[in-house]
């Protein structure tokens, strides 16, 4: 029993509304609060949110609301899942409402452009009043909407309250792994977009499977050597939050940002890539976030330089990839 019964959802895309299903299997009472009130009626009158989850039916008792106070006032512990850039705003209009000691989880991932800030210091900043933890790890929305077997890494620095959100949100088919990690968790939640952009762009271009693996391999040692700069530990990056959620958005066409490379690699240019998606591509936001970052830390990150310069700086694909190929021989290892 984790004593945590009742569960606001705040942001009903494809990954709150996943949470929100996964938080009903758990048995928990859950409000899930959506900005567009066409989701409000889709997910109350017909059971479904054709609009960012479209082909997943859900359960009956998952209620929705366009009533953001209510929702906060009445939970007992929040999901933060609105996209990156905007969860600065989402805290701010949620403030009155969140009592001290509220559990917030964050389930986004990503790096604020505006102040290279990780998503627990935007929410610490914001809602000093809330106990903050971090969801994050391998998890595409429609297969754990569907039930199909997850596991995530959940961390908080109140190992207490860690094991009461673990309990309140683990069943057998979403297995919450517990860590006190978040600066590492958050880090690889939100370096591995820009590297599956990466390699989506391998793939699109046809560079083959041995480059693929070269990337993810020397992406993750990118992606350590920023965590460990902040603080993060090693063993975060090589676990389900890190690696995993690396290996799986790095190679498979249902990523957002692997698709989006993909289409890159193609010859396609951004803007239409963009034009034609009404979800969120996070590592398109996080690419510039993450360079920054390194830069301020004195980390090289060669590939996710290539992916920002490619994206925010004008820069032309052939010529950067070219670069990336010719940088000097160095030493293997973080
Ligand atoms: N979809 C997944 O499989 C998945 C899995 C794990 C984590 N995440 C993370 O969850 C977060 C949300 O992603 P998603 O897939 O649920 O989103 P989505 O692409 O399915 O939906 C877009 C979301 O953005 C919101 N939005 C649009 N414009 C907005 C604005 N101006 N202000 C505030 N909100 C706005 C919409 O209301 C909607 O909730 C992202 O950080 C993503 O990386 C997603
Ligand atoms: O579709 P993507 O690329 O946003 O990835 C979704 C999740 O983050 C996978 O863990």
């Not at 599956?196 to 993750?220: K, S, Y």
């Amino acid at each position: 029993m984790s004593g945590l019964e009742r569960i606001g959802v705040i942001g009903a895309g494809a990954w709150g509304t996943a949470l929100a299903v996964t938080a009903r299997r758990a048995g928990r009472m859950v409000a899930l609060w959506a900005r567009e009130p066409e989701v409000v009626e889709a997910v109350n009158a017909r059971h479904c949110n054709e609009l960012f989850l479209p082909g997943v039916a859900l359960d009956p008792g998952l209620a929705a609301s366009g009533d953001l106070g209510a929702v906060v006032a009445a939970a007992e512990a929040l999901l933060l899942v609105t996209p990156a850039q905007h969860l600065r705003a989402g805290c701010r209009a949620l403030a009155a409402a969140c009592r001290p000691g509220t559990p917030v989880v964050i389930c986004s991932k990503g790096i604020e452009l505006a102040s290279c800030a990780l998503m627990h210091e935007v929410v610490a900043a914001e809602l000093p009043q809330a106990v903050v933890a971090v969801l994050s790890g391998p998890t595409f929305a429609a297969e754990v909407a569907r039930g199909l077997p997850t596991a995530i890494t959940l961390a908080c620095g109140d190992a207490g309250l860690g094991q009461a959100l673990v309990e309140a949100l683990g069943t057998p088919s979403f297995r919450p792994y517990l860590s006190d990690d978040l600066v590492g968790a958050e880090i690889g939640g939100a370096v591995k977009n820009v590297l599956a952009i990466a390699c989506g762009i391998v793939e699109g271009r046809g560079f083959g499977d041995n480059a693929r693996a070269a990337l993810i391999t020397r992406g993750l040692a990118e992606m350590s050597r920023l965590a460990l700069a902040r603080g993060g530990r090693i063993e975060t990056l090589m676990g389900l939050s890190g690696l995993g959620d690396l290996m799986l958005t790095a190679s498979s066409t249902q990523s957002r940002n692997y698709s989006l490379g993909f289409a890159l690699g193609e010859g396609r240019a951004l803007a239409e890539i963009l034009g034609g998606r009404h979800s969120v591509t996070e590592g398109v936001h996080s690419a510039a976030a993450v360079v920054g970052m390194a830069e301020k830390h004195g980390i090289e990150m060669p590939i996710c330089a290539v992916i920002d310069a490619v994206l925010n700086r004008g820069a032309d694909l052939d010529s950067e990839i070219e670069g990336l190929l010719a940088r000097p021989f160095r030493s293997e290892g973080v």
